[in-house]
């Protein structure tokens, strides 16, 4: 998926030589696909198409809504589990892949490890909600570090704000607090009033929150594909940018059939150019020798990581599948 989200990348006009690269002279397609309509046509109109499958009903817990701030033996349980949450969240959130996902199941299971009473998580243990909401807040907030300081997003959300900060010009990376103090700053200071205003909306409004999850799914489908819709054509006001999302629906939706994840495809067809560009310049300088890679200590040693990374990734798969290769033939 990653590769393929690199060759989609390329298409379009080469930055170095101005040359085209499969257009197939399809006007639409000099200035190169878009961002947007490919992930909404990956992520909204796929996803519907895979939902209409199905047949799907809310079930909607039903309980009081009296209670609802926390009380003194309440925060006495969750405070350890919420600082807790805070450091695995914070540098999760940074490494690539990372995110509010994988930081809320660590901290979920390191509360269940460090818990006098493990049975009770899953059936309404304080620490067990306020160890992982903590550490997904504190993930998506560690992301932005990477993308703001270094231009790398770690996950798909970060792709797209990555993608987003591209289209108006902006180039992410470590003259960006410099060069644009107001943005980054407006960032940060976006994250103290989100949470304020998640507090003032929430709490109040709850019960009507959940009468949203009792909308039905028929009338639901139409309201997402509608903003999709809306969305690519007011991208550009051109309805080449609705077909395009429309093809890339379709593939989401096959994608989503054959088990591929659309994430390492936003995620390389964001970088893809960016790797590209800085591969070809770094040629250039080299005047066409590869060994410029290896020979720079920095280079050498991020591609010593990257060759790591991957290969404890790929070692244990390789290993689990002869295990169960050689127990299938025992048998």
Known sequence: MASLGIFVGTVGTDAISGMERFTLNIPIL????????????????????????LTLKADVFETSLKRLLPNLDDWKRSIMPILR?????????????GGGLISSFASYTTEVKLSKHPEEFGKGAIEGVAGPETANNAGAGGAFIPLFTLGLPTNV????????????????????????????????????????????????LIGLWVQVLKIPYHLLFPIIIFFCLVGAFSLNNNVDEIT???????????????SYPGA?????????PMMERALRQSLIMSLGSGWIFIT???SLVTLLIAFSLLASTILPAIKKK??????????
Do not use: C
């Open 30 to 53: 000099v200035d190169g696909i878009g961002l947007l309509p490919v992930a909404m046509g990956l992520f909204g109109i796929g996803e519907v198409l895979v939902n209409v499958e």
């Open 85 to 97: 949450g805070s450091v695995i969240g914070f540098f999760l959130g940074i490494l690539p892949g």
């Open 157 to 204: 959300i970060m792709a797209l704000l990555l993608g987003a900060m591209m289209l108006h010009g902006l180039q992410p990376g470590p003259q960006m607090i410099m060069k644009h103090p107001d943005l980054f700053w407006g960032v940060v200071a976006s994250m103290y009033i989100g949470n304020a205003m998640l507090l003032i909306l929430n709490l109040p």
């Open 244 to 258: 395009i999302m429309i093809i890339f629906g379709v593939l989401g939706y096959l994608f989503k059939k054959f």
């Open 264 to 272: 390492p495809f936003i995620m390389a067809m964001v970088l893809g």
């Open 296 to 298: 720079r200590p920095i």
């Open 322 to 331: 002869r295990q169960v290769l050689a127990e299938s033939s025992d048998d």
